[in-house]
């Protein structure tokens, strides 16, 4: 064989190896950030299923106080019922679910404000229970959410850079969205009990 047949080929052994490479390197970026996306559906749904033992032992002790509880159910409902599937992780898709469980945190926050004027609740054990679990719950919704944005942009990078952006074209890999702050969240939140 002559050197330049050779080289050709070795050329395009090592082409073909990166290939397989960048492409299981793709693969594995893109099944961390649906990992992590589930990660971040499992906590909301963790707050969601919290959500009805936290109504039920409140209303024990705040009867008159209905519409805080209606509204905490129909947000929970509500939330519970947008799903995300990550393959159409629309921009719209993810404000949409954002959306849904910014509603259900404000109605939470309806529910601790309660909370706050009925001093005997305070006392009740499975109140502050079910209340450091939500807090807990809030946590790790940010946090997983916090690491999903992480994956997300270890995968888009993957996915932008030469030459695997090359690769992610022909294949079908395309950029994800992140998790974004609601609109107005940077303000900080008006607390009042009138």
């Known amino acids: 064989m002559k050197k330049g047949s050779i080289a050709i080929i070795a050329i395009v052994a090592i082409a073909v190896l990166y290939g397989i490479s960048a492409y299981n390197g793709m693969v594995s970026d893109q099944e961390s950030a649906t990992t992590a996306l589930a990660n971040v559906q499992s906590a909301y749904q963790r707050r969601a299923d919290l959500i009805p033992n936290l109504v ?23 939330a519970t019922q947008i799903t995300l599937d990550p393959t159409n992780l629309t921009p719209e898709k993810l404000q949409e679910f954002q959306k849904a469980q910014g509603e259900l945190g404000s109605a939470l926050g309806k529910l601790i404000a309660v909370q706050e004027n009925y001093p005997e609740l305070k006392a009740n054990e499975n109140f502050k229970d ?62 009042s009990f009138d």
């Open 56 to 78: 039920e032992t409140v209303k024990g002790y705040a009867k008159h106080e209905e519409e805080t509880f209606k509204g905490v159910v129909e947000a929970r409902a509500k």
């Open 130 to 191: 079910l209340q450091v679990q939500l807090e807990g719950t809030e946590n790790r919704i940010n946090e997983a959410r916090n690491k999903y944005n992480q994956v997300v942009q270890t995968y888009n990078t993957s996915i932008r850079s030469f030459p695997k952006n090359l690769f992610a074209g022909m294949f079908g890999f395309d950029k994800m969205n992140k998790f974004e702050a609601e609109a107005g969240a940077q303000s900080a939140p008006k607390v």
